[in-house]
Structures are given as C-alpha cells and as structure tokens.
C-alpha cells in the first residue's frame, strides 16, 4: 500500500481531522481563556467567575503610564514596519529581478533573524548600538532598528513572491517604449506590488508592537507596552489590567493579521485576473 493510499483513508483523515482540532485547542486555548478572565469581577484570573464587568478596560484606559507606554509602542511600530517595508522593497527587487553573484548567500543572511533568539538578538544589538561605531542610543529610536531588523525578513517573505510573479515582459515592453526604469517601476510594478506592501506593514506592525524581548534591552529609561506590562505582572492587583489590555491586544493583532491576508490574497487574484 502506498503512502497516498494510507492518506487517503477514512481512519488517516479522521486521525489528521482530530490532530488539527486538538492543535487548534492548544494554541487559542490560552488566549480564549485570557479574553473570558478579561470580564470577569474578580481581581484574580481564576474559575468560578465572580461576574461581568467592564470597568478593567476603563480603568486601563485611566492609567496614564499605560497611555504612554502604548503610544510609545505606536510610535515605534509605525516607524518600524516604514523602514522595514522599504528596505523590504528594495531588498526583494534585488533578489527578484537581480542576477548577482552571491544572491543566495545575500537571501540567507537577510533571513537569519528568523532564526536567532530574540534575546541573542537584543544583547547583540545592545552592544553593538552603546559601544559600536553607530553611537545609538538606548531609546524608541533603537528599540525601532532592533524591530526592524526581526521584521525585515518578514516583508520579504511577503514581498519577494509578489516581486517574482510578475511578468518582467511588462517592465521591458514599458523601457522599449521609452520609459525611464524609475518611471516603468511607479506606474506598473509598483500598483501591481501594492497589496503585498500593505501586507507587510501590517504584519510589521503587528509583530513590533508585540515584541519585549529586543525592547527590553534597547528601550533604556523610557518603556514600550509590553515592557510595561512585564513590570506590572509582579504586582497582583494589577494583573487585572495587564489581561484587560492583553484582551485588546489579542483581539487587535488578529484583526490586522487577517486583513493583512485579505488584502494580499486579493492582490494576488487581481494579478493572476490580469
């Protein structure tokens, strides 16, 4: 019996039916539990519930540590996923439509932040920003470098296939017309290459506005939000605030997440339509 028999049978779908769903428990278990603890009266995370409210989220909002630390992580993933999407770009042209020596070496460094720690990452950014030549300082403007460094690999996931479907005839029917490379780039790569651009920005975003491993280090004496909230798990009465904001955060990140791939995935169909 081969291999694709064996997939084929009733038993092996209902097994593998059976392994997504106990996969999917474990990952949004968790999280499904933190949004439900989220309304709950009492100050402790803990079953049975002791009623429904709302005034966490109000008295989360009331916190004006809370406000400043979130809008620093606004800052920093606003300047984050630009810098990142634009290195992104350029970079994903390079290895799409260039033919140089050492492009896979080039693909594989750009990708390594995928799969160094986090914490590797930071010390080594750390260092290199307080004692290297850059002379950074510890601040959102170094914890905005850091993020960007662990999201420009995601960007050119996005972006690099985007970059290599489409058809090069177009961008060299545009230059035997007498279009400028610049120009044929702004009017017919880059619409086509639009969607995959939002993409990345929002998964960029998202994925800086989360991150406090790399902040930790880099943050020095101002905070980012989940440095914050870090701090505030030490204290018991105001772990009711952290799952509160945790909530928002969840429910935020996975909008984003799945508009992202909306709006990818019907990028894609227009350029396959056309």
Do not use: C
Request: proline letters at 5%; glycine letters at 6%.
């Amino acid at each position: 019996m081969s291999t694709s028999d064996v997939m084929a049978s009733a038993g092996s779908r209902r097994a593998l039916a059976a392994f997504f769903v106990a996969f999917l428990v474990v990952l949004y278990l968790p999280s499904a539990l933190l949004i439900l603890f989220s309304f709950n009266s009492g100050e402790l995370p803990q079953f049975p519930l002791q009623g429904f409210t709302t005034h966490w989220f109000v008295d989360a909002w009331n916190t004006e540590a809370l406000r400043t630390a979130f809008a620093n992580s606004v800052k920093v993933a606003v300047g984050t996923s630009l810098f990142a999407t634009a290195l992104g770009l350029v970079t994903s042209l390079a290895l799409a439509r260039g033919r140089f020596r050492g492009r896979s070496l080039v693909s594989g460094f750009v990708l390594m932040p995928l799969v160094v720690p986090y914490i590797v990452l930071g010390v080594s950014l750390l260092i290199l920003f307080s004692k290297g030549p850059v002379g950074i300082k510890t601040g959102l403007v170094a914890v905005m470098f850091g993020h960007a460094v662990v999201t420009l690999p995601y960007t050119i996931l996005l972006l690099l296939p985007r970059l290599a479907s489409i058809d090069r005839s177009l961008d060299e029917a545009a230059r035997d017309l007498g279009a400028s490379p610049l120009y044929a780039f702004r009017r017919i790569t880059l619409p086509l290459v639009t969607p995959a651009l939002f993409a990345a920005f929002m998964i960029s975003f998202v994925l800086s506005i989360d991150e406090f491993a790399i902040a930790s280090f880099l943050v020095g004496n101002t905070t980012t939000y989940p440095v914050y909230l870090f701090s505030q798990l030490r204290f018991a009465s105001r772990l009711p605030l952290v799952v509160a904001v945790a909530t928002v955060m969840i429910t935020f990140t996975f909008a984003v997440v799945v508009a992202a791939e909306v709006i990818r995935r019907r990028g894609d169909r227009r350029l396959v339509e056309r």
